[in-house]
């Protein structure tokens, strides 16, 4: 399996920023105190360091 690193764009962000664990692991979960608009300007800006690792469907 081939995979692609590539600088995080808005849709994989968004993704990110939906994921909810379980318990026990529910303080990976971002808390809902934290804004939402902050988190996705700071995962695209063009400077972060936030990339996305894509198989060869895109995924």
């Known amino acids: 399996m081939m995979a ?28 809902p105190s934290v804004s939402r608009s902050e988190l996705l300007n700071e995962l695209l800006m063009s400077n972060s360091d936030y990339f996305s690792i894509l198989d060869e469907n895109e995924q």
């Not at 692609?4 to 994921?19: D, G, P, V």
């Open 4 to 31: 692609r690193i590539m600088k995080m764009n808005a849709q994989q962000a968004n993704t990110y920023l939906n994921w909810q664990y379980p318990e026990p692991y529910t303080f990976y979960n971002f808390p």
